[in-house]
């Protein structure tokens, strides 16, 4: 979070340990969101390892693709649109393994990952493929 806030970026919820009844004796971390993101601060092209997100803002959907290309260790990105055509256009250019549309990225990568690596499955195996894909 110090890198994140000496680079200029603020916290808009969370940001701190996870003291709540029942998590006072563990390591926990609540759930946070920085904003005020640039697309090349530390928080943007790094992984966080802990409940957190970052909000990069962009001028357009072609700006949105080169920030996303731009993170050199992106694995999983997820699009929402009102317009699939344009979901579409991006996952043509995107340089990410998995791209969802109107889906989260949470486990499902490590899933599909684990399963295509270990023959379990494919990458088209319906099973490992969200129903709102």
Known sequence: MEIGRREGASIACGGKRATER??????????TVLVDVGPKMRVAQEKIFGPVTDIITCS???????????????????IYTRDVSKAFWAMERITTGIVYIYAGTIGAANLRYTAATLGLGSLHNPHLVSPSC
């Open 60 to 78: 357009n959907l072609e700006d949105a693709v080169a920030i996303k290309n731009d993170v050199p260790y992106g694995l999983v990105t997820s």
């Open 22 to 31: 029942g998590l006072e004796r563990g390591y926990f971390f609540q759930f």
